[in-house]
């Protein structure tokens, strides 16, 4: 016989909004603002985390991953390049090389294993919030953090003020479309940040570029992943996430450097 303690639903509700709150208080004031917990974002927060960062992602969806679950044409494996794969090692994620430096992964497995060790690093990720600006400040020039809202309030059309977020340094990894970056350079044209867009697949030459790319684009602002290949025009290289976890663990380096 199972015996199940009875908690009443008031006492539920308290508890919720307490700890809520609680973490809110610390989240609105971070050190580092991750837009997107895709391959990229999670992997940069997972670093900046482990390296004694207070970091927060925001997550438009309900669920972790970005477009890993999709894999390709939603079959449940993608490929991982040399040397990627050390970052998978760490964090526990199974692999099958099926030639030299070559890795195939389960799409769940990466996922999960992804979300759990960015969170055990001490990442704090919130899911079903859209970050929809960011804040600026003058001398010197820099973007302080962002404005969110809930992905349902945007979703409803209704007009809802957002709340700011501070941060040292806010990343871009929100993927193909680079939306922070593209608000930014919209909204702040002061920041000289020109977007000329990704362009069509060219496999074996994107992943290097969009590592070596991935960084400071303006002064608090960075990218990675594919909003990287957006803001400097790099081609798209499809279900391949080698640069994804590489450019995440590179863009955390440059920030760490730059906020310490
Ligand atoms: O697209 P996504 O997975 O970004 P990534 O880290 O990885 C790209 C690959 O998945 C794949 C590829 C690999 O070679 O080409 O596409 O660059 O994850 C981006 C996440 O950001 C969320 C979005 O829901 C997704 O989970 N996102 C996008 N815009 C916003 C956002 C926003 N404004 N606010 C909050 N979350």
Known sequence: EVKIKQIDEKKISQYIIKYT???WMNIVDSDVVIVGAG???MTAGYYLAKAGKRVVVFERRLSF???IGGGAMNF???VIESPAEEILKEIGVRMTEVESGVFIVDTAEFMAKLGAAA???GVKILHGVTVDDVIFRE???RVAGVAVEWTSTQMSGLHVDPLFVSAKAVLDATGHDAEIISVASRKLPELNVQIPGEKSAYSEIAEELVVVNSGKVAEGLYSSGMATAEVRG????GP???AMLLSGRKVAEDILRDIR
């Open 240 to 242: 391949i996430f080698g």
């Open 119 to 121: 969170v055990d690093a």
């Open 76 to 78: 449940h494996k993608v």
């Open 39 to 41: 391959p990229s974002g």
């Open 234 to 237: 790099l081609p798209r290289m």
């Open 21 to 23: 709150m609680e973490d």
């Open 139 to 141: 001398d010197p020039l």
């Open 65 to 67: 991953g970005g477009g």
